[in-house]
Each structure stands twice: as structure tokens, then as C-alpha cells.
């Protein structure tokens, strides 16, 4: 058979321009870069006892392999992890960092993330008080956020570009008590103990980072699964308000009662640019979470909501069908994999979000999850969740 190397050459040209291109503006340094990919992934790198991920990570883990392949094939630059475990030197990040995203897998491109932030967490820090109410102190339910071990489904924000560790702030140790209207489950928590409770079941954190010639704030947080309690949905409420305290954050005149760890005040200013990412634990459409906070804050008029989306997700709500036969939402925007057997599990769901502000120019969103026999379609089993990305370039002068 007789084959036209011209074409040939040719397509296989046009093929490569989109990934020269991306490399190409990789090649830049810090300001020069055109456009920004970052993305928010729940790798479910969360294991049973302290050490343990970090130990697995040292000796070699296949699940973080697929977790980094999936991560250099999505090109990204800048990733909010959630339940990665945190150790008391936050290591399992950077080996997961070093051994494994520095590391080409199957023939991709290493990313090397330069810069990390790895917050404390409130998962597995005891309290010292009887929060869950089953008569004894101590334990994973006790704890400030529900967890095994201090570090215990943990975060780390891994990025290309420079962040501006001196403006960080954290908020983990600021009180549910202290949002105004905050949603206390009723009857539940003594008085004696409601205002020692802290808001965020891990934290949340204002990263700055200096890339597009400004600063963008990632504003990262995952908050507690609105299930696993009782009639009086102390998960739910505290769910919700964990998302809420990001509306009250970007509402300057709602923003009063928020201090950082550090004593400072108020959120954040009007101009400022952002990316709020995170597992939510929220569909604003389907299953058990009081969505009404998620819903303020994607229709929030500083807020973008690309709506990424997969082909890999519509078809598995069909393939899977179950619990996804009986949902509203639009099976293409789902980020995670759940439990499809009816009246045990919720079906897939939309709890995993990339939100730019208006400001900046949106270029181009996605879910990674694509359909069965397409490449990298294996690797998505890494996790119950799946990568969520957003492409922003930098405001058009004024």
C-alpha cells in the first residue's frame, strides 16, 4: 500500500501544535504565561493509620502512579489536592510531587511543581471534648474534623508558579459560632460546647500565587461530607456553612466576622482576583446536601461557573443507571463516582468545582473522565473522584 507521506507529516503536525503550544507556554517563567490551567482533584490518597501514606509513597504505589498520570495528561499548572495525607512534616506531599509528577508515567510529560503549601488540618486534631455525644472523649469523632490521626484527609496546593507564602491565610481554627445565622444543629451540641467547635472540618486557606502579571488568590477547602450523622444533620448544617463562609468572603459587607488564624480580618477585597477550588461534597441539583449556600455561590456575581463537563460522565449515569435513573442534574457534569445502588447510594455527582472570578478570562474548562476505550479511560478508577480543571488568562486592561 502506498502511503502519502506528505499528509501524513502533515497531520501529524496539525496533531502536535495544541501540545507544543502548551509546552511552549510551560517554557515561560513566572508572569509570561499566557493563560493558567489549574484544576482541583480528590485523589483519595487517605489511609488508615499516620505514616502510612507516606511510607507507601516511599516504597512505590500504584495508585499515586495513575493519580500522576492522570495529572500530566490533564497539563496541569497549578492543583489543590484533597485527602492526601498530612504528616507532621508535610513530606507525602513533596515525594508525591517528586516521585511521582517529576516523573514522566507511560510516556507523559513530568510536571515539575516547584512551589507547595501544605496547611494543617482540623481532621483527627483532638478536642478534647465528647462532640459526637457518645459519652466518651476521644477518637475520630471527637476530633475538629472527623478523622483517624492528626492529617487525616488532608490538602496540599503543588503549582508551577510562585506563591506568595506571606500572604497566605488560614482559617482553620476560626469558630462555627462565630458566622452569623451559622445553621447549629438543633439540640445537639451543649451550649458548653457549641462555641468551641471550629468551622472547617479541614481548613480553609487564601492562597496568592504571582502568575498573569497579578496576583490570584486560590481559594481552597473541603468540606465534610453532609452524611454519616443523625436526624439532627449536624454534617448537612455544617456542610452548608462551610460553603457559606466562601459567599460571606467574597461579600465584603458580610465579611466582618472573619479572622484568620493569624488576627486578621475581613475577606476578600473587591478587584481581587480568584480561583475557589475544592470537593465541596455538594451537587447543586442532586443528593442529600442543603444546597442552598452551593447555590448562592455559584450564582454569586463575582463568581464564574464554567461548568466543566465529560463525555465519560454522561455515559457511565447511563451505563451505571440505579441511583442515577432518579436524579435532575445533568449526568455530564458530574466529578465523582459514587454508589449507584438505590436507597444506599446517592449515584454519581457534581461536588468537585473550579470557580474563576468574572474577571478573568475564561478560556476553557473540563472534567477528566473519558469514556471507556479512550486513553487514559483506566486510570480513572484512582479514585472516586475525578480531576477538575479551568484555563484563565489574565483581565483585559482598563
Not at 482540623?122 to 469523632?141: C, I, K, M, Q
Not at 445553621?183 to 504571582?210: A, E, N
Request: net charge negative; glycine share 10%.
Amino acid at each position: 500500500m502506498k502511503i502519502n507521506l506528505t499528509a501524513l507529516s502533515l497531520l501529524c503536525l496539525a496533531a502536535s501544535v495544541p501540545l507544543a503550544w502548551r509546552l511552549m507556554q510551560r517554557a515561560m517563567p513566572g508572569d509570561a504565561v499566557s493563560f493558567v490551567r489549574v484544576a482541583t482533584f480528590n485523589v483519595a490518597l487517605n489511609r488508615e493509620r499516620p505514616g502510612q501514606l507516606l511510607d507507601e509513597l516511599r516504597a512505590g504505589s500504584d495508585q499515586a502512579r495513575r493519580i500522576a498520570e492522570i495529572v500530566q495528561r490533564a497539563e496541569i499548572d497549578v492543583l489543590l489536592l484533597c485527602e492526601l495525607d498530612r504528616d507532621d512534616a508535610a513530606a507525602a506531599a513533596q515525594v508525591f510531587a517528586r516521585q511521582y509528577l517529576a516523573v514522566p508515567q507511560h510516556g507523559q510529560h513530568a510536571i515539575d511543581f516547584e512551589f507547595s503549601f501544605v496547611p494543617p488540618v482540623n481532621t483527627g486534631e483532638p478536642s478534647g471534648l465528647d462532640f459526637d455525644r457518645d459519652g466518651t472523649v476521644g477518637g475520630a469523632g471527637d476530633a475538629y474534623g472527623y478523622g483517624a490521626f492528626p492529617g487525616q484527609f488532608g490538602m496540599a496546593i503543588l503549582s508551577r508558579h510562585p506563591i506568595v507564602t506571606a500572604a497566605v491565610r488560614t482559617f482553620r481554627e476560626l469558630k462555627w459560632s462565630a458566622m452569623p445565622d451559622a445553621l447549629r444543629p438543633p439540640g445537639f451540641y451543649p451550649d458548653d460546647v457549641w462555641p468551641q467547635l471550629r468551622l472547617s472540618s479541614k481548613t480553609h486557606c487564601d492562597v496568592p500565587i504571582q502568575v498573569l502579571g497579578q496576583r490570584v488568590h486560590l481559594l481552597c477547602s473541603h468540606p465534610t461530607p453532609p452524611v454519616f450523622d443523625g436526624a439532627e444533620d449536624r454534617n448537612g448544617c455544617r456542610n452548608h456553612d462551610e460553603i457559606r463562609f466562601w459567599v460571606d468572603y467574597l461579600t465584603p459587607d458580610r465579611a466582618g466576622w472573619i479572622v484568620d488564624d493569624k488576627g486578621r480580618g475581613g475577606g476578600l477585597p473587591e478587584g481581587d482576583q480568584f480561583v475557589l477550588l475544592g470537593d465541596l461534597n455538594c451537587d447543586p441539583v442532586d443528593g442529600d446536601a442543603r444546597r442552598d449556600a452551593l447555590q448562592a455561590l455559584l450564582a454569586h456575581p463575582r463568581v464564574r461557573d464554567p461548568e466543566p463537563q465529560s463525555e465519560g460522565a454522561a455515559m457511565a449515569a447511563t451505563q451505571q443507571w440505579g441511583s442515577n435513573s432518579a436524579q435532575h442534574g445533568r449526568a455530564a457534569l458530574d466529578t465523582g463516582d459514587f454508589d449507584d445502588t438505590p436507597g444506599r447510594g446517592p449515584g454519581n455527582l457534581r461536588v468537585d468545582y473550579a470557580l474563576p472570578s468574572r474577571e478573568l478570562h475564561l478560556l476553557g474548562s473540563g472534567v477528566f473522565w473519558p469514556p471507556p476505550q479512550h486513553p487514559g479511560a483506566d486510570l480513572v478508577g484512582a479514585s472516586d473522584h475525578r480531576l477538575v480543571w479551568v484555563d484563565v488568562g489574565a483581565p483585559a486592561a482598563h
